[in-house]
């Protein structure tokens, strides 16, 4: 392994992904699992990343392109997102860059997003780019059991050794609600299941994982439990620091938990209260 990427190994970069990027050497990792910041006014903490629409997509495809120089010839690079974003990506940038681009589905049930005069969004849109025609991609670490076991063109080749059969190109996988045990208190987390598969099908342990935005750590972690190395940024410095305590504590800490975070922020707002109540009975008695 090349001493350029090994330094990079299993750590977390503070600051901006860009910078990371060119800071890494030509084909150094095997897998670039990316879920951005989908450019909708979501907040991170107390600052939000919203540009204009096509500021969005010329910084996207200068991500993906810094992205591709980095990924092996036999890499895949995954990007998360809406469909608009990433089909704008794909026809300015990725299908002219890219052996071949696959448009996959992560789909969820959502009580958000209704409308009288659409259909309600309850999909995302997975890009899964092959830089080239020899991928490495694996199916016998994502297979699923045959729909029809006993179908006996089914029971020969699970007698040849198959594992099962390939997903298909649609996932449902929950969203990740606010009292799952995997849940922080970052705005927008991929559910572990849905991640894990993505860095499964197309790497094995001790392959590369460039993780572009830190978040709230779980990609990082599932790079852990399967013996991935992972190399990731994050910007923000509340993430930053939840990361990298989780990752030597093994553990969600109780503080970096949304529901711990409410209630503090109940109990802080009632004891404002409190203060201002006091406050008002003082100057009562005072002016009486």
């Known amino acids: ?3 350029k990427i090994t330094k990079y190994l299993n750590q ?5 992904i ?4 060119k800071k890494l050497p030509d084909q150094s990792v095997d897998l670039v699992y990316s879920d951005p910041d989908y450019n909708v006014g979501i907040k991170y903490g107390s600052q939000s990343y919203t540009v204009s629409f096509n500021e969005y997509i010329d910084w996207y495809i200068e991500l993906s392109k810094e992205s591709l120089r980095v990924l092996k010839d036999s890499g895949n690079m995954f990007l998360i997102n809406y469909p608009k974003q990433n089909s704008h990506l794909r026809v300015k940038y990725l299908d002219d860059a890219c052996y ?8 969820y049930n959502s009580n958000i997003g209704h409308s009288p005069s659409r259909f309600t969004t309850a999909h995302r849109s997975i890009l899964h780019c092959r830089k080239t025609k020899k991928n490495n991609f694996y199916k016998n670490n994502v297979a699923l059991p045959y729909k029809n076991p006993n179908d006996k063109r089914i029971k020969q080749r699970l007698a040849n050794g198959s594992r099962g059969r390939m997903p298909y190109d649609w996932f449902y996988f929950d969203l990740v609600k606010n ?10 987390q991929i559910p572990q299941a849905l991640s894990e598969m993505l860095i499964k099908s197309s790497t094995m342990p001790n392959d590369n994982v460039l993780i572009h935005f830190g978040g709230s750590g779980s ?16 910007i923000d410095r509340k993430y930053y620091k939840m990361i990298v305590d989780r990752l030597d504590s093994g553990k969600i800490k109780p503080e970096y938990r949304l529901e711990f975070r409410r209630a503090t922020n109940f109990a802080r707002q009632q004891a404002r ?3 201002k109540e006091n406050e008002y009975i003082t100057d009562n008695k005072t002016d009486s």
Do not use: P
């Not at 977390?12 to 901006?16: H, W």
């Not at 860009?18 to 990027?21: F, G, K, S, T, V």
């Not at 009292?179 to 927008?188: I, L, M, N, P, Y």
């Not at 990609?219 to 994050?234: G, H, K, L, S, T």
């Open 1 to 3: 392994m090349s001493n």
């Open 219 to 234: 990609e990082i972690e599932v790079c852990q439990r399967i013996d991935r190395n992972f190399i990731a940024a994050e």
């Open 179 to 188: 009292v799952s045990k995997e849940k922080t208190f970052h705005a927008c």
């Open 18 to 21: 860009m910078e990371l990027l």
């Open 100 to 107: 071949d681009v696959l448009d996959y589905a992560w789909v």
């Open 273 to 275: 209260l409190l203060e």
């Open 12 to 16: 977390v970069y503070f600051g901006d």
